[in-house]
């Protein structure tokens, strides 16, 4: 089992940032890939970041251009998820995701661990 606990979530102003992080505890070793997810009001959960956590090779959301930035910490088995120039529309619950051997590291259903989330609000 991995247990993920994310943090730093909250409430900032358009154009403000904020700083996710998401520690793994556990049996992270068998996570190959952690990822962030989220889901707003009314709409389905949505790919926002992944790394793979010993190469370090990221992937993005086409949306986001270049205002988010994950990072890993695989001594500490941390995730961070960096978002800069925030919009109201990316308000939303922010999940943490791990896994082993993820093909397609967007598909929410090939993770097989989950955080509890951590809610982002944007004002306008």
């Known amino acids: 089992q991995v247990q993920l606990v994310e943090s730093g979530g909250g409430l900032v102003q358009a154009g403000g940032s904020l700083r996710l992080s998401c520690a793994a505890s556990?049996?992270?070793?068998?996570?190959?890939?952690m990822g962030w997810f989220r889901q707003g009001p009314e709409k389905e959960r949505e790919f926002v970041a992944a790394?793979?956590?010993?190469?370090?090779?990221?992937y993005y959301a086409e949306f986001l251009k270049g205002r988010f930035t994950i990072s890993r910490d695989s001594a500490e088995n941390t995730v961070s998820l960096q978002m800069n120039s925030l919009k109201p529309e990316d308000t939303a619950i922010y999940y943490c995701?791990?896994?082993?051997?993820?093909?397609?590291?967007?598909?929410?259903?090939?993770?097989?661990?989950w955080g509890r989330g951590t809610q982002v609000t944007v004002s306008s």
């Open positions: 556990g049996r992270t070793y068998s996570s190959s890939v």
């Open positions: 995701a791990a896994g082993s051997n993820i093909l397609k590291v967007t598909d929410s259903r090939r993770y097989g661990y």
């Open positions: 790394i793979t956590m010993s190469g370090g090779t990221t």
